[in-house]
């Protein structure tokens, strides 16, 4: 970090399977997270960005509209994806207090949009499946989500907006997206296999005794949050990219 003045801490990898161990997750992304902060402030760093998650303002929650000042339980049944978010940036916001080092949190959504490298990440995992035909069904879940282009924006916009520091920017779609919508955008796209059929839920939960990922995936099923992205749109003068472009443009960097 020396003779920087700006440092940007990316997000920790996201998986819906949930852990043998929380802590798997949780202590990397909390320990990791104060590593950065503390070595800021020692190279007189002037600004962080942290990337966040939506999944610390809304997980575990009821249908509803969330902002900036709402966060998840972490004490809930959230995750343990949701709970590392949850508590690495809270303590990112306990780290820099009493201090001049500057912090602005980025909170995106779902991250769809054109992959540099088919590696399976939980999305691109989720899309690659669903135009394979290896999602016979869809579950009832709706995200806030947002184009992987927009959130580079988004952090680069972060840096030296004069009205960012001390905020945090929830960086999706105001209203969620049903995975319903996605996979109707697939097939109007070409791409015949992916899932026309909702999964009923209690084949879900029925699944997620024995299956990691499905049981990781139940805290959002049938949860419908919508968010308040006012400060995002005015004050890093965001201007979001189509969703359904945004999905076309995956699938065709995933499957050539």
């Keep these: 970090m020396k003779n920087c003045k700006y440092v940007v801490h990316m997000a920790s990898p996201f998986f819906l399977k949930e852990p043998i161990d929380e802590k798997e997750l949780i202590e990397p992304a909390v320990q990791g997270t104060l590593r ?14 942290l990337t966040s998650s939506t ?32 508590l690495a940036e809270r303590a990112a916001w306990d780290a820099v207090k009493g201090s001049e080092l500057e912090l602005t949190v980025i909170n995106p959504g779902a991250v769809f949009g054109p992959s540099l490298e088919a590696k399976d ?12 035909g290896k999602m016979p069904m869809y579950p009832d879940m709706a995200m806030g989500m947002i184009d992987v282009r ?43 296999k992916a899932p026309a059929i909702k999964a009923p839920t209690f084949v879900l939960r029925f699944i997620s005794l024995f299956d990691r990922e499905a049981k990781g995936m139940m805290p959002f099923v049938e949860k419908k949050a919508s968010y308040d ?17 945004s999905f076309r443009e995956m699938a065709e960097s995933i499957s050539n």
Aim: proline content about 3%.
């Design 55 to 86: 999944f610390a303002i809304s997980a575990g929650k009821e249908t509803g509209k969330y902002g900036p000042n709402d966060w998840s339980d972490s004490n809930a049944k959230i995750g343990a994806y949701a709970k590392s978010k949850t």
């Design 36 to 49: 950065v902060i503390e070595a800021a402030k020692r190279n007189g760093i002037k600004r962080v960005i």
């Design 229 to 245: 992205i006012t400060a995002t749109l005015e004050i890093l003068n965001w201007k979001p990219t189509d969703m359904p472009t």
């Design 150 to 192: 927009d959130v580079a924006k988004l952090h680069a916009s972060a840096l030296t907006a004069n009205d960012a520091v001390s905020k945090r920017f929830i960086a999706c779609s105001a209203e969620p997206i049903e995975i319903a919508t996605l996979s109707s955008v697939l097939r109007d796209a070409g791409y015949k």
């Design 121 to 132: 990440g939980q999305n691109v995992k989720m899309m690659r499946d669903m135009i394979a």
